[in-house]
C-alpha cells in the first residue's frame, strides 16, 4: 500500500514563499516520476510541475521562474518551493508518484495567498 503525506502548506501574504513537502511510504518503491498538482475553489484539479527520474522537469506556465519541484526517488520524497506567491496560486497542493505505471496522490495540503 503507497501512502503518500503532504506537508508545509498555510496562509502566506502575495509575494511570499512556502515550501510543500511530500514523503511516500512504502517499501521498494520503483517510482518512475513525481508530481505536484493543484485545484483551486470551484476549479478542476491541474498540472503544476514534474519530476522524471534523470531530473527532467516540467512546470505549467504561470509557475515557471517562481516554483521549483526537487526530490529524491530514492528517499520517495519529493518537495515543491514556491516563490513569489500571488492570490491566483491559492488552491489544495497534491503531490503524486508514479510506480509501476500507476498515479498515488497524497490527501492535499491547502496553500492561501491572502494579505
Known amino acids: 500500500q503507497v501512502q503518500l503525506v503532504e506537508s508545509g502548506g498555510g496562509l502566506v501574504q502575495p509575494g511570499g514563499s512556502l515550501r510543500l513537502s511530500c514523503a511516500a511510504s512504502g517499501s521498494g518503491l520503483n517510482i518512475a516520476a513525481m508530481a505536484w498538482y493543484r485545484q483551486a475553489p470551484g476549479g478542476q484539479r491541474e498540472f503544476v510541475a514534474n519530476m522524471f527520474v534523470g531530473g527532467k522537469t516540467y512546470y505549467e506556465d504561470s509557475v515557471k521562474g517562481r516554483f521549483t519541484i526537487s526530490g529524491a526517488s530514492a528517499k520517495n520524497t519529493v518537495s515543491l518551493q514556491m516563490n513569489s506567491l500571488n492570490e491566483d496560486d491559492t488552491a489544495v497542493y497534491y503531490c503524486?508518484?508514479?510506480?509501476?505505471?500507476?498515479?498515488?496522490w497524497g490527501q492535499g495540503t491547502q496553500v492561501t495567498v491572502s494579505s
Open positions: 503524486q508518484i508514479v510506480v509501476g505505471g500507476l498515479p498515488y
